[in-house]
């Protein structure tokens, strides 16, 4: 425990670790945002995000070799990712909607493994990485440091989650979604072309992770094996924040981020991880015994 | 009723030779090696640096005449499979190469974890085995009779770091007692024992390890860690974590301004952290098994260089020691083979066991346990963008720098040059 008397003599070393966390935990955010939509709308688990987010990052650091502006690139990459979500809707997901959840789960985990063998071919296993180009911000003497594509990653997740709640809400094609995901049925009898809604949302959900994995690309690093990580974290957000609660997701992901940051400074790093999976079997218990309380209340 | 005799004759002739002749094995002037190596799956760019290691190896002493096995000159061949970077794929393969395809000798795929898959088997088989990229310790601990490394073993990689900074102590009238280390290592075989040789020497100066954290495989940010690094004020941080270690490292340590006298690396070239990360790169220690400055010579490549110019010519990438290390175990079984004057699997492992001789890669002889015990690691530093050799003393192309200067003199000195 001598780290955490460290934390208590420097208490400043919790702001960088808060800050770094709710920075870190937006890129996964945004991550999740895709996940939610498509598991809230077509109820179907996407295993194959992490490797959107994989193959956002390739576009983003190509784009870059060829003298693009990594900022830019990111924009491109998500128009270029959701061209992509739309083809495999069209090849693969269209077939599987509506059917049994065990059937996506495998699906999706074939087209994860086929991605990521089709990466390693095409751009080999070597780690990539892209300099962002920003400078970073120094406070206190350089004891709290903020990388400022930590900064543009996070208003980015901000701004899409904010979009996504305003096209859901007040367009045409949003309220279709809205309308298919609360019952698809009713919705074809009202006249909504479901099949439509559900490729856009699936493309919608390709875009945003583009957008991630270029952001990832300037602030860690991307290799065509680095998938699992961002389904798994997205998959966690998405059940913190509980399943329909988009706005719930970016609240949830930082916060997860915040505690895996202290749970690695006090723990150290090799309990970082299993650190938020305990928190999350612990969140899933003690929502459940709620869930079981108001069941009896409606009983 | 002739021909009816005639067709059972040639069908029991055609089923005797499938019997006889199954898979690829040798023909009667070539000698076959089998090998599993990662050509897809996380270790797929080493295990290609494994792959162009062995074939270059092949090739150029093939094109010099081959090996002479008693008095008949024999052609080298090398059978490959992929063993995608999985434990248990591996082991099955090398199964598969000495059960059906019936290679003559076995060839070590990349990594400790894929190493410590196969030997088993070899053993089983009684099958001799060289490797150059299985570095765990743990590897040599078994009692296996029928593997060999031309390697150091990884607690080497970063001892040398932990001298220096004992000497750098000394130099500046510090007591090595006063130095603190900060180790962030990931949470592998091989990793580990890298971490375990620093402990070891940290001991014996009576250094303290202030922070010591294990990196889980998936994790892709050291923002906890490097915070209690800023916190405790170590005189090195070393790190450790194949190439994304590297450049995990080298990328956050840089973009946090994190201070420390020393860095220290492992893996830096197969990472590229030089062409990666340029100025940010600079003052980092890189533990590595070989250098292309280092003056051994073989008859089959002549030095180092002109290995390393060889090598650039045929696959268009500059050698990493991972390549050359590879290089070198195809060089020690055609020197046993040719030793030892049979194919017989026990005589050469009785010449491979009396192994003594040097390649470019460096000199090798064996232990009882089958690792190299002639061969030194080097320590080099990044030194305006080149990798610059600073221990052992005999290699050394350069002094270390030590203490690092902090980032703000770094940026205000890349102000100046700019200007």
Redesign the interface.
């Known amino acids: 425990m001598s780290n955490l008397s460290v934390l208590i003599d420097a208490p400043i070393l919790l702001v960088q670790l808060v800050a770094s966390g709710i920075l870190v935990g937006a890129i996964f955010a945004l991550v999740a945002y895709g996940m939610a939509l498509v598991w809230g709308v077509m109820n179907i688990i996407n295993i194959a995000q992490g490797e959107f987010v994989m193959l956002g990052g390739y576009i983003v650091f190509y784009l870059a070799g060829a003298g693009v502006q990594p900022l830019f690139g990111i924009p491109i990459a998500a128009a270029a990712m959701f061209v992509f979500g739309f083809a495999v809707y069209r090849a693969v997901i269209c077939r599987i909607v509506g059917r049994d959840m065990f059937v996506s789960i495998l699906a999706t985990f074939g087209i994860s493994i086929l991605l990521q063998q089709l990466a390693n071919q095409l751009f080999s296993a070597d780690i990539r990485t892209l300099p962002s180009g920003l400078p970073t911000f120094s406070f206190d003497n350089g004891l709290v440091t903020i990388a400022g594509i930590k900064i543009v990653g996070f208003v980015a997740a901000l701004v899409v989650g904010v979009a996504l709640f305003v096209f859901l809400r007040y367009t045409r094609i949003g309220r279709a979604i809205r309308a298919t995901a609360q019952n698809a049925r009713a919705a074809r009898v009202l006249g909504v072309d479901t099949d439509r809604v559900y490729a856009t949302t699936f493309a919608l959900n390709g875009a945003i992770c583009g957008a991630a994995g270029g952001l990832v690309a300037m602030t860690w690093f991307i290799q065509p094996y680095l998938g699992l990580t961002y389904t798994l974290r997205s998959f966690m957000i998405v059940i913190a924040a509980g399943l329909g609660n988009l706005p719930g997701v970016i609240v949830a992901g930082s916060a997860l981020g915040v505690l895996e940051e202290a749970a690695g400074f006090v723990l150290g790093a090799e309990y970082q991880t299993a650190f938020v999976f305990l928190l999350l079997i612990v969140l899933l218990i003690g929502r459940n015994a709620l869930l079981a309380r108001q069941r009896k209340y409606l009983r | 009723m002739y021909t009816k005799r005639s067709i059972l004759a040639a069908a029991i002739g055609i089923a005797l030779l499938a019997g006889a002749a199954p898979g690829i094995a040798a023909t009667d002037d070539t000698i076959v090696l089998g090998a599993a190596v990662s050509l ?6 080493n295990g ?1 640096n494994t792959k162009d290691g062995y074939d270059l190896a092949v090739k150029v002493i093939n094109d010099k005449g081959g090996v002479k096995v008693g008095n008949k000159a024999y052609k080298l061949k090398v059978v490959y499979y992929d063993d995608e970077s999985t434990s248990a794929r591996g082991a099955q393969l090398v199964e598969r190469l000495i059960g059906q395809d019936h290679v003559d000798f076995v060839l070590g795929p990349y990594s400790s974890a894929l190493t410590k898959a196969i030997a088993p088997v070899t053993e089983k088989y009684k099958m001799p085995m060289v490797e150059g990229n299985g570095a765990d310790r743990s590897l040599f601990q078994q009692g296996y009779k029928y593997m060999f490394a031309v390697l150091n073993t990884s607690d080497y990689y970063l001892r040398a770091a932990v001298n220096i900074l004992a000497d750098e102590a000394k130099k500046a009238g510090r007591d090595p007692k006063s130095v603190k280390i900060a180790i ?1 290592i990931e ?1 592998d075989n091989f990793s580990q024992d890298v971490r375990d040789g620093i402990v070891e020497d940290a001991k014996k100066y009576g250094m303290q390890v202030v922070i ?5 495989a ?8 490097l ?2 690094v ?3 004020k170590p005189d090195a941080l070393m790190i450790s974590g194949h ?2 270690g590297a ?2 490292g080298i ?1 956050q340590v840089a ?5 420390v006298p020393m860095l220290a690396l492992t893996h830096c070239d197969s ?2 952290i030089t062409q ?2 340029g100025k940010e790169s600079d003052y980092a220690f890189c533990g590595s098994q070989w250098d292309v400055s280092m003056t051994y010579t073989d008859p089959w490549f002549g030095n180092s260089q002109q290995y390393a110019n060889m090598f650039k010519k045929a696959y268009n990438y500059d050698p990493p020691y991972q390549a050359a290390e590879s290089t070198a175990s195809v060089e020690v079984f055609a020197d046993a083979l040719k030793r030892a004057g049979s194919l017989d699997k026990d005589k050469v492992r009785d010449a491979l066991a009396k192994t003594d001789m040097t390649t470019f890669f460096g000199p090798v002889k064996f232990d009882a346990t089958g690792k190299n015990i002639a061969k030194s690691m080097v320590m080099y530093q990044v030194q305006h963008e080149k990798y610059v050799v600073v221990a052992p003393s005999k290699w050394a192309e350069g002094k270390p720098i030590y203490p690092a200067p902090t ?1 703000d003199k770094r940026e205000a000195d890349s102000k100046v040059s700019r200007k």
Do not use: I
């Open positions: 897809t799956g996380k270790y797929s760019t290609k962030a949470n010591d954290d294990k990196l889980p998936d994790l892709n940010d050291m923002t906890a860690t915070t209690k800023k916190a405790l190439e994304k450049v995990l990328r973009e946090q301004k994190v201070y990472a590229q990666k990360f980032w």
